[in-house]
């Protein structure tokens, strides 16, 4: 891709879409405006793209930076998303292809059944979800339901089998290129290119929120630099790049669907995993790695590549946590256990970050997370 070409295209400059987009931390806590006249405008819209069917719309609400409702459509169960932010970002077009992809591969996701980032008759994307009537494995496991075990390696099987798609290019998906052509395309040329990407401003930033010191951002930064290398792919693979347990819908012990894929990239085979690493032990890695493992070959280096993704992913959620506010909220907030605080979950973040630098210099085994 040429450099006016990614210059032009509205994630070109997107590490992580909800601590790098120009609206930062656009949904990711405070209430919006308007609602009720955002839910008119969207049924007029429904009713337009489904003309005769009978509609009504519940608001779901949810904690993520997009504005849900549940739907019935023609007497079907349906979930709608609506991304309202000033970026008038397309991206929900290019997470619809990557469904419909998925859901070729056999892998389990909510079938796709209208969306439309075009803002012509909206001033909003918008996007009508099959209805999956099942609970998110974080609820489950907040509510001790989960055998956290039994879905690892069922986790570790399904992202082995959604890296069989190879997209060329790396980070995020161009939609100006699936318009055109229909295909997924990675907007770098290199992979380089993308885990970089904003890097500086990420620790300058928490260096100036007094989340880390300089010297601590420094050996980050010689860290990277030290196992460069690793960082020289061929070809990407699809990643999931939000994955979590609050993106995993089923019961204590099956997987129904894998949701939510806004954030999909073309990247590092082990950068799934260790994003689950931001979240659990080495003991719920070891269970993915041994699902992963059944379906294929661990990619050479893997564990070096996966405590250099835990520190990459960990930096960009120290961002989104301390921008947002994370760490005053109490356990109602998703990403806090039960009986959690938002100053439990900042040592948690803390400790991950230490974790991650430690085992990429070798003095942690992943067992040992």
Same mark, same amino acid.
């Given at each position: 891709?040429?450099?006016?070409?990614?210059?032009?295209?509205? =994630?070109?400059?997107?590490?992580?879409?909800?601590?790098?987009?120009?609206?930062?931390?656009? *949904?990711?806590?405070?209430?919006?405006?308007?609602?009720?006249?955002?839910?008119?405008?969207?049924?007029?819209?429904? %009713?337009?793209?489904?003309?005769?069917?009978?509609?009504?719309?519940?608001?779901? &609400?949810?904690?993520?930076?997009?504005?849900?409702?549940?739907?019935?459509?023609?007497?079907?169960?349906?979930?709608? %998303?609506?991304?309202?932010?000033?970026?008038?970002?397309?991206?929900?077009?290019?997470?619809?292809?990557?469904?419909?992809?998925?859901?070729?591969?056999?892998?389990?996701?909510?079938?796709?059944?209208?969306?439309?980032?075009?803002?012509? =008759?909206?001033?909003?994307?918008?996007?009508?979800?099959?209805?999956?009537?099942?609970?998110?494995?974080?609820?489950?496991?907040?509510?001790?339901?989960?055998?956290?075990?039994?879905?690892?390696?069922?986790?570790?099987?399904?992202?082995?089998?959604?890296?069989?798609?190879?997209?060329?290019?790396?980070?995020?998906?161009?939609?100006?290129?699936?318009?055109?052509?229909?295909?997924?395309?990675?907007?770098?040329?290199?992979?380089?290119?993308?885990?970089?990407?904003?890097?500086?401003?990420?620790?300058?930033?928490?260096?100036?929120?007094?989340?880390?010191? %300089?010297?601590?951002?420094?050996?980050? =930064?010689?860290? $990277?630099?030290?196992?460069?290398? +690793?960082?020289d792919l061929d070809s990407g693979c699809l990643v999931?790049?939000?994955?979590?347990?609050?993106?995993? +819908?089923?019961?204590?012990?099956?997987?129904?669907?894998?949701?939510?894929?806004?954030?999909?990239?073309?990247?590092?085979?082990?950068?799934?995993?260790?994003?689950?690493?931001?979240?659990? *032990? &080495?003991?719920?890695?070891?269970?993915?790695?041994? *699902?992963?493992?059944?379906?294929?070959?661990?990619?050479?280096?893997?564990?070096?590549? $996966?405590?250099?993704?835990?520190?990459?992913?960990?930096?960009?959620?120290?961002?989104?946590?301390v921008g947002a506010g994370y760490f005053t909220r109490?356990?109602?907030?998703?990403?806090? *256990?039960?009986?959690?605080?938002?100053?439990?979950?900042?040592?948690?973040? =803390?400790?991950? +970050?230490?974790?991650?630098?430690?085992?990429?210099?070798?003095?942690?085994?992943?067992?040992?997370?």
């Amino acid at each position: 891709m040429t450099d006016s070409a990614v210059a032009c295209n509205p =994630r070109a400059s997107v590490h992580y879409w909800k601590c790098d987009r120009p609206a930062a931390f656009h *949904g990711t806590g405070a209430d919006r405006e308007g609602l009720a006249a955002m839910e008119d405008c969207l049924a007029r819209t429904l %009713r337009e793209r489904f003309p005769g069917a009978a509609l009504s719309l519940r608001p779901a &609400g949810g904690q993520g930076n997009h504005i849900t409702w549940r739907a019935d459509i023609a007497h079907r169960r349906c979930f709608v %998303r609506v991304e309202d932010g000033p970026e008038r970002d397309d991206y929900i077009e290019v997470e619809s292809r990557v469904l419909s992809e998925v859901r070729a591969m056999g892998i389990p996701a909510p079938e796709v059944v209208a969306v439309d980032a075009s803002r012509r =008759r909206t001033p909003f994307a918008w996007q009508v979800l099959e209805y999956i009537d099942a609970p998110d494995l974080n609820h489950e496991y907040k509510a001790g339901r989960l055998s956290l075990d039994a879905v690892a390696r069922d986790i570790g099987v399904w992202i082995a089998r959604w890296q069989a798609l190879r997209p060329p290019g790396f980070g995020p998906f161009d939609s100006a290129i699936l318009r055109s052509d229909q295909r997924l395309a990675g907007i770098h040329e290199t992979y380089r290119d993308y885990f970089h990407l904003r890097m500086n401003e990420h620790l300058d930033y928490l260096v100036d929120r007094h989340f880390l010191d %300089r010297s601590q951002a420094e050996g980050f =930064r010689a860290r $990277f630099a030290d196992h460069d290398d +690793l960082l020289d792919l061929d070809s990407g693979c699809l990643v999931h790049k939000d994955l979590a347990l609050w993106n995993i +819908l089923g019961t204590g012990t099956a997987i129904a669907a894998i949701i939510d894929w806004d954030d999909a990239i073309a990247g590092d085979p082990m950068d799934d995993i260790s994003l689950l690493g931001c979240f659990h *032990g &080495g003991s719920t890695i070891s269970r993915v790695l041994d *699902g992963y493992a059944s379906v294929r070959p661990l990619p050479p280096r893997f564990r070096e590549r $996966f405590w250099l993704h835990l520190l990459r992913n960990m930096i960009v959620k120290s961002v989104i946590r301390v921008g947002a506010g994370y760490f005053t909220r109490d356990d109602g907030f998703f990403l806090i *256990g039960a009986g959690g605080s938002g100053g439990k979950l900042e040592r948690q973040t =803390r400790d991950k +970050l230490a974790a991650a630098a430690k085992g990429l210099d070798g003095g942690m085994e992943m067992e040992d997370l």
